[in-house]
């Protein structure tokens, strides 16, 4: 399995924008659909974009369609996640993972990074 590992997760005012990145390491990054998911205190882990091998494919939840944007470097083995005009409600731990399938479903995502914390104040 493909082991993930994110950074850039912070402390950023309603508004603000902050840039996530996944570090992939032990397999073929471009091999895999690359996810990113949040899971906020008390709430279920979901889904928030995912990414094709090629980055030609694209999904972002409703949620945050138009302010999230996701991006990979096959040659950097690095999934990105950059959030703009972020709100309160965007707090969560924010999970990178790696599927064989272009897909939404959490349970189709077999890695999992140990997530970075975001953290919106108002």
């Known amino acids: 399995q493909v082991q993930l590992v994110e950074s850039g997760g912070g402390l950023v005012q309603a508004g603000g924008s902050l840039r996530l990145s996944c570090a992939a390491s032990?397999?073929?990054?471009?091999?895999?659909?690359m996810g990113w998911f949040r899971q906020a205190p008390g709430k279920e882990r979901e889904f928030v974009a995912v990414i094709s091998r090629s980055g030609v494919t694209i999904r972002y939840a409703n949620s945050v369609k138009g302010r999230f944007t996701i991006s990979r470097d096959n040659a950097k083995n690095t999934v990105y996640l950059q959030m703009n005009s972020l709100k309160p409600e965007d707090t969560a731990v924010y999970y990178c993972a790696a599927s064989s399938i272009v897909t939404t479903n959490i349970t189709d995502f077999r890695s999992w990074g140990q997530g970075t914390q975001v953290t919106v104040s108002s």
């Open positions: 032990g397999r073929t990054f471009s091999d895999y659909v």
